[in-house]
């Protein structure tokens, strides 16, 4: 191969976001009826209570890349990220039980819930791309989610308040923090990547890594709308 046949690093991050974009969660049947306020009530509690699961594995996730990476760098943005996650009281697992709690979901309902064979399935494929020997890989997975949610969680907070009635501190503070939080995350993984992706297979195998991380978000939203929602929509 010659130079000229080199994955620039402007390339490299060009098509990272393609990959990401192609395969947006907004652009998902469910979230499309969260934002046009077309699901009940009923479909946003089953919702709530099957996606605890990548809320409660998610902080497993960027530890596991965490314990892989050798960049001090990018293994102190890695902590604050965990800290953020995981922290005190208000930690995100917590806020999505609040936000569960709202909708009449309760904490028992969920921790005893047999989740969907699409959301351990969904769970486990980032479990294990976060946990590849090469930290770049699951960085990407970590980019293929966080890089999503700031616009996810400002249309589902509108969505809440819009249809559902919702407009309480425990109903939105999940969405709220995520909203300004993974603006940073988004940022700094992106340059993580960028300086730990160097050679072209590098590049390449986070590229994968950020494919398929991108289609297993989107297998819980599958198994949520294939459950709950599809006789809905044919019904209309």
């Known amino acids: 191969m010659s130079e000229d046949d080199l994955m620039t690093?402007?390339?490299?991050?060009?098509?990272?976001?393609?990959?990401?974009?192609?395969?947006?969660?907004?652009?998902?049947?469910?979230?499309?009826?969260?934002?046009?306020?077309?699901?009940?009530?009923?479909?946003?509690?089953?919702?709530?209570?099957?996606?605890?699961?990548?809320?409660?594995a998610f902080p497993t996730y960027v530890s596991a890349?965490?314990?892989?990476?050798?960049?001090?760098?990018?293994?102190?943005?890695?902590?604050?990220?965990?800290?953020?996650?995981e922290h005190g009281p208000d930690n995100h697992p917590e806020l999505w039980l609040r936000f569960a709690e709202t909708l009449g979901v309760s904490r028992e309902e969920i921790k005893e819930r047999r989740f969907l064979p699409l959301t351990r399935a969904s769970v486990r494929i980032i479990k294990e791309l976060s946990g590849r020997s090469n930290p770049s890989e699951g960085l990407a997975a970590l980019y293929a989610y966080e890089s999503q949610i700031p616009e996810i969680s400002t249309?589902?907070?509108?969505?809440?308040?819009?249809?559902?009635?919702?407009?309480?501190?425990?109903?939105?503070?999940?969405?709220?923090?995520?909203?300004?939080?993974?603006?940073?995350?988004?940022t700094v993984t992106r340059e993580a990547l960028e300086r730990?992706?160097?050679?072209?297979?590098?590049?390449?195998?986070?590229?994968?890594?950020?494919?398929?991380?991108?289609?297993?978000?989107?297998?819980?939203?599958?198994?949520?709308?294939?459950?709950?929602?599809?006789?809905?929509?044919?019904r209309n």
């Open 65 to 85: 890349t965490h314990a892989n990476t050798e960049d001090m760098v990018v293994r102190q943005m890695l902590l604050e990220n965990l800290i953020e996650e």
């Open 155 to 186: 249309t589902k907070i509108a969505g809440l308040k819009k249809w559902y009635g919702l407009d309480s501190k425990n109903a939105l503070e999940f969405f709220q923090v995520h909203e300004h939080a993974d603006e940073i995350h988004r």
């Open 196 to 234: 730990m992706c160097v050679t072209d297979e590098q590049k390449q195998a986070a590229l994968d890594a950020a494919r398929e991380a991108a289609d297993a978000f989107n297998l819980l939203l599958d198994g949520v709308y294939n459950t709950w929602c599809t006789e809905k929509v044919a």
């Open 9 to 56: 690093t402007p390339e490299f991050l060009i098509k990272l976001d393609e990959i990401v974009s192609e395969r947006h969660m907004l652009q998902h049947p469910f979230y499309i009826m969260w934002n046009e306020g077309t699901l009940t009530k009923e479909m946003l509690r089953e919702y709530a209570a099957e996606y605890y699961h990548q809320v409660h």
